[in-house]
């Protein structure tokens, strides 16, 4: 339950840790007794597309500034069902007291501000993702864990190296050059014999940058000489300057599972080049069960994806849906309230950055 305003909000989380629905929801009352009201404007935090999915079984805090979170578990079930991360998204409340959770961009890098923000899109860098289906090779694979999945968004696959030997490497072209940022290596537990940690349990690689694959140079090294022996098994690593490149490569170091695994190699920053233009058609059809909506536009040429928004008044479109372009321009969305109007609008991204929003549609 979390207090603001003189307004109790009791929280909740729902359908279900495996589904990528998972959301966070609210009921309002003036007391930490009730009675409450289920809010028309839920879930409040809500995150079924992108990288990591799922918002839900989390809790709404302030930071030491007064700023608002709110927390989820996304999914990944890869070894066992209930196999979770943790995310953290900015919140806040609307003057009538209405919550929110802001899931756009919400696996992209944001700031962490040590002081008191107004609006959560000043947390987000710009920095977009640079890596989505690019090709990657690799020094060695065992089986069918191809280099291809760690561009593909899915922490459900991954690469496996053939040993977990020093010295093995995981190469990603980004097809053209580009401001390279920040960079995340998120590793895999693909049989890594772990139920515990000791001072084996550390990660070391380094990566390095190239504009032609032939000269490289070192951008960001967690080696042994640094005596740094952190387990990092999602490392981000934000760069102190930006680095113009077009292959980028990690070379292994040490982790301490059994294998060397590796679900995604993702790289941020910008593309160079004028963001995408604003999609347009955008139609939006409630179903029979009126809890469900079709929603369509014409497809951005060069998008790498869209944020579907939408909300219960047009100036507050708290609530998106990540979709890359490869997916398709029509989405069948399951998250509305019977008898509660809405407002749509659909924005498109690629590497330079986001586009304007569309036309804003009205749904009763």
Not at 79 to 92: K, Q, V
Not at 162 to 186: H, I, T, Y
Not at 220 to 247: F, N
Request: proline share 7%; net charge neutral.
């Amino acid at each position: 339950m979390t207090k603001h305003d003189g307004r109790y909000y009791l929280q909740y989380a729902g359908p279900g840790t495996e589904y990528n629905v998972y959301a966070n929801g609210t009921y309002v009352g003036s007391s930490p007794l009730g009675p409450f009201t289920y809010a028309p404007y839920n879930p409040i935090s809500y995150r079924p597309g992108g990288f990591m999915v799922g918002a839900g079984h989390g809790n709404t805090f302030q930071d030491a500034y007064g700023n608002w979170w709110n927390t989820g578990t996304p999914w990944i079930g890869v070894n066992e069902n209930w196999e979770r991360r943790i995310a953290l998204f900015p919140a806040g409340f609307e003057p009538d007291g209405q919550m929110y959770v802001d899931t756009r961009f919400g696996d992209f890098p944001h700031y962490a501000l040590a002081r008191r923000w107004s609006d959560p899109a000043e947390l987000f860098t710009g920095w977009m993702l640079l890596s989505y289906r690019r090709p990657a090779t690799a020094s060695s694979v065992r089986d069918t864990f191809s280099a291809a999945h760690v561009t593909d968004e899915n922490p459900r696959t991954v690469w496996v190296a053939a040993g977990n030997r020093a010295g093995e490497w995981l190469q990603v072209d980004l097809g053209a050059l580009r401001e390279v940022r920040a960079l995340q290596v998120s590793f895999a537990d693909y049989r890594s014999g772990l139920f515990q940690g000791d001072s084996s349990v550390y990660t070391q690689f380094r990566i390095v940058a190239s504009t032609d694959g032939r000269a490289w140079q070192t951008i960001a090294d967690l080696g042994d000489e640094r005596g740094d022996r952190r387990d990092r098994p999602d490392a981000y690593l934000e760069l102190p300057r930006p680095v113009r490149a077009r292959y980028l490569r990690y070379e292994h170091g040490h982790v301490g599972a059994a294998n060397l695994a590796i679900s995604d190699l993702r790289v941020f920053g910008l593309g160079g080049g004028p963001p995408p233009r604003a999609p347009t058609g955008l139609v939006v059809r409630r179903q029979p069960d009126a809890r469900d909506a079709v929603v369509a536009w014409k497809p951005v040429p060069g998008a790498v994806g869209y944020n579907v928004l939408w909300g219960i008044r047009p100036d507050r479109l708290h609530q998106s849906y990540q979709r890359f372009a490869d997916q398709g321009s029509t989405l069948e969305l399951r998250a509305l309230t019977v008898g509660q109007d809405y407002y749509f609008a659909v924005e498109a991204f690629d590497e330079n950055g986001v586009s304007r929003r569309s036309p804003t549609v009205h749904m009763p």
